[in-house]
Nanobody, 119 residues
């Protein structure tokens, strides 16, 4: 099972980007999914996450500007980022919890996608 993140790029402050994260492989069920970001020299922090039932949670710094969504039929998660600020510049990683038909649930990280916001 793999996670593939895409959609990063360079954008001016005030602009928008939409990130995607697609899960592929032998998937039985995807539980929680989330986006994290990491800037050079800093720890990786939660940006937003979503349960399989659609409950969402956001970091205070992105509330009102970012929107997380999921297409459970496609095992895909999105992050719509509006009103971007230079401080949103980071590598964005997706993360997901997978539940097999039997055995122990497991977690996977995507490879990261760079978001750069210029002032």
């Amino acid at each position: 099972v793999q996670l593939q993140a895409s959609g990063g790029g360079l954008v001016q402050a005030g602009g928008s980007l939409r990130l995607s994260c697609a899960a592929s492989g032998s998937i039985f069920k995807v539980d929680g999914m989330g986006w994290y970001r990491q800037s050079p020299g800093k720890q990786r922090d939660l940006v937003a996450d979503s349960t399989s039932g659609g409950s969402t949670n956001y970091a205070d710094s992105v509330k009102g500007r970012f929107t997380i969504s999921r297409d459970n039929a496609k095992n895909t998660m999105y992050l719509q980022m509006d009103s971007l600020k230079p401080e949103d510049t980071a590598v964005y990683y997706c993360n997901a919890d997978f539940r097999p038909p039997w055995g122990i649930p497991y977690n996977r990280w995507g490879q990261g996608t760079q978001v750069t916001v210029s002032s």
